[in-house]
């Protein structure tokens, strides 16, 4: 299975599973822990903006593996509880030389829809490992 391209602590902690990363399109698999779910017993709903969220940001880098992103917006639609196993698939609609413009779709185990969001992110260089900081508000757009 490949990796996120990336060391993401969080989307460690979470558990996501990277499915597909490539031509501007995610897919990642989910299985919420008891910890992860709110008092209604489903997912909770910063769980199913979190994964969608990183479907966005792995689209985006799909086609610029050597940058990262950062979210500069995210609108998020819920239309039915998430329960169960999950499957984000994002993709990238758009972009330009430092933004893209990306959506991303949740399922439940039957394919059904639970929740979509669209969100846009700015490509940053990365920082080398171990350096603190982040260069992701120092970049000068030329845009």
């Known amino acids: 299975m490949p990796d ?3 060391v993401i602590p969080f989307v460690h902690h979470m558990g996501f ?3 597909r ?9 989910y299985a919420a822990r008891p910890e992860h779910l709110n008092s209604f017993g489903v997912t909770h709903g910063g769980a199913v ?3 969608m969220d990183v479907a966005m940001a792995v689209a985006a880098r799909s086609i610029e593996k050597d940058m990262g992103v950062v979210t500069i917006e995210m609108k998020t639609t819920f239309m039915q509880p998430s329960r169960g196993p999950l499957r984000a698939r994002g993709r990238l609609m758009h972009r ?3 933004m893209a413009f990306c959506e991303a779709t949740l399922s439940d185990e039957a394919g059904q829809a639970c929740a979509h969001a669209t969100g846009t992110f700015k490509y940053v260089p990365r920082l ?5 900081g982040t260069q992701a508000f120092n970049v000068i757009s030329t845009d």
Do not use: D, N, Y
Request: proline letters at 4%; zero cysteines.
């Open 21 to 29: 990363m490539e031509g501007g399109e995610s897919q990642i698999a």
């Open 49 to 51: 903006m979190t994964l």
């Open 4 to 6: 996120f391209g990336a």
């Open 17 to 19: 599973e990277l499915e």
């Open 96 to 98: 330009t030389a430092t």
């Open 128 to 132: 080398p490992v171990g350096r603190k």
